[in-house]
């Protein structure tokens, strides 16, 4: 459910056309958003793909430097989400012992 979150967490700030026509720092976005796609349960995946498809079509209509600032910004909440979930699980793992 978090990676469903997660991947769906930037709906307002992304869009959805090929890669053509992104920055760099949207092309490594979408590139951890795909790793976290391929996570999500089936019953979960078309709805995230779906919304995937969108945000990056949005987003590729942005001029380069409002790209870059955009996905920079997604890239460090996604990072701070990252650490999070691996903080909980290390605390869940030191419960159970």
């Known amino acids: 459910m978090k990676k469903l979150v997660l991947a769906l967490s930037f709906a307002g700030i992304a869009a959805s056309a090929s890669a053509e026509g992104l920055s760099a720092k949207c092309t490594e976005y979408f590139h951890k958003v795909e790793t976290n796609l391929k996570a999500l349960p089936v019953e979960q995946l078309e709805v995230a793909q779906k919304q995937y498809d969108e945000n990056k079509a949005q987003l590729a209509l ?36």
């Not at 955009?70 to 869940?92: G, I, W």
Request: overall charge negative; glycine content about 0%; some cysteine.
């Open 62 to 97: 942005l001029d380069e430097q409002t790209q870059d600032k955009t996905c920079t910004e997604a890239l460090e909440q996604m990072k701070v989400s990252e650490e999070s979930k691996e903080e909980t699980t290390d605390n869940v793992k030191e419960e159970a012992k």
